[in-house]
């Protein structure tokens, strides 16, 4: 009886699990479809195409990469490795909805007139230079007003989600087994763990959701996208929040156990990648662990390389190709931090770091 019970129970959950996706697929589908359209081609009218470096673009690879993504989403979920999210857990506010599409395809018309003009430093003004580093001031993927304000951070979670037609989360998700690895045989309540560039908390969120008792820091150098952090972890009052640059953090050494860095590295120039990754060897305790997640590379989907290839072609990514080609074991390696585990989840890859024990 026992048995049946749990078989129900994960029939249920599942049903629950694949109907919510279904759903956030296809609204997030219908949006980048909207999106694409007013964007238009890579090209303008009259322009050479792109000489492209790879091959053609696998199709049924791209579609095999992004079922498979919410399959192990949904195998880690039944395994227990994490717990449903919160947004498949409960249906979404249909104001909360329309607002979100409403701001979307508003915000995907500027967007698109910033693509066409080549308008991508609207964010840059003398005030902001004495504030933030240049690499930081720009509108990414041509966003209005980069990643300043608080009206960004509001619509940041639907561009992504839009970006990856639903497959964010799961995406993201992906992390969350190599944090439970890098916490196994830890006493939680004792651990640290520091988010770095956190944008609006999303990971973190999920990560609290999990393991409420770890101590958590949220760091990110966005007065904006930290506040909306704030707000989205407001029920776990024993968050430390931190308005600094993920180059020099101003925190202690070795204060941390666990740091985790998610979709920051592809923002960043070469030379600063190698800084902030300085920065989290010294942070890290001895046998601290690392976990990155970020974008797939060159080679690790060959069948999928173009879509890496044209992405900042379409989008204003400065770093990304050059991120895409990094040899992150050497830029890791040369902080001490060394690679022991890799998982890919559709278009983004998780690995964990280690820095030797004393």
């Given at each position: 009886m026992a048995l049946l019970n749990t078989t129900l129970a994960n029939g249920a959950k599942r049903a629950a699990y694949t109907s919510a996706q279904l759903a956030r697929v296809l609204w997030y589908t219908g949006h980048y479809a909207a999106g694409r359209r007013l964007m238009g081609p890579l090209t303008e009218p009259g322009e050479a195409p792109y000489a492209d470096e790879f091959a053609p673009l696998d199709r049924e690879r791209l579609k095999t990469?992004?079922?498979?993504?919410?399959?192990?989403?949904?195998?880690?979920?039944?395994?227990?490795?994490?717990k449903l999210p919160a947004e498949l857990r409960r249906p979404p506010s249909l104001p909360a909805l329309f607002k979100q599409s409403r701001d979307y395809l508003r915000d995907s018309q500027k967007v698109a007139r910033r693509k066409h003009q080549g308008a991508h430093s609207e964010v840059l003004t003398a005030a902001m230079r004495e504030k933030y580093p240049r690499y930081f001031l720009q509108n990414f993927h041509f966003q209005t007003d980069g990643w300043l304000s608080e009206s960004s951070a509001d619509r940041y979670e639907m561009q992504v989600e839009t970006l990856f037609t639903g497959a964010a989360g799961p995406m993201r998700r992906a992390a969350l087994p190599l944090i439970g690895e890098a916490l196994a045989d830890r006493d939680i309540a004792r651990t640290?763990?520091?988010?770095?560039?956190?944008?609006?908390g999303r990971l973190l969120?999920?990560?609290?959701?999990?393991?409420?008792?770890?101590?958590?820091?949220?760091?990110?150098?966005?007065?904006?996208?930290?506040?909306?952090?704030?707000?989205?972890?407001?029920?776990?009052?024993?968050?430390?929040?931190?308005?600094?640059?993920?180059?020099?953090?101003?925190?202690?050494?070795?204060?941390?156990?666990?740091?985790?860095v998610?979709?920051?590295f592809h923002e960043l120039p070469p030379k600063v990648r190698r800084v902030v990754a300085r920065e989290i060897s010294r942070l890290l305790k001895p046998g601290g662990v690392l976990v990155q997640l970020d974008t797939i590379q060159y080679g690790d989907e060959?069948?999928?390389?173009?879509?890496?290839?044209?992405?900042?072609?379409?989008?204003?990514?400065?770093?990304?190709?050059?991120?895409?080609?990094?040899d992150l074991d050497k830029i890791f390696g040369e902080a001490e931090l060394h690679r022991s585990a890799q998982t890919i989840s559709f278009l983004s890859k998780a690995t964990i770091f280690n820095k030797l024990p004393v």
């Open positions: 990469a992004f079922r498979d993504a919410f399959r192990q989403d949904w195998k880690n979920i039944k395994a227990g490795n994490y640290s763990l520091l988010d770095l560039g956190c944008g609006t969120q999920s990560v609290k959701e999990n393991w409420p008792q770890l101590n958590a820091t949220a760091l990110d150098l966005s007065p904006a996208y930290l506040g909306k952090a704030r707000n989205a972890l407001g029920r776990w009052k024993d968050i430390n929040y931190v308005e600094a640059n993920a180059e020099a953090t101003g925190l202690p050494d070795a204060s941390f156990d666990v740091i985790t998610i979709y920051l060959p069948g999928l390389d173009i879509l890496l290839e044209n992405f900042p072609r379409g989008f204003h990514e400065p770093y990304y190709d050059s991120y895409c080609r990094a």
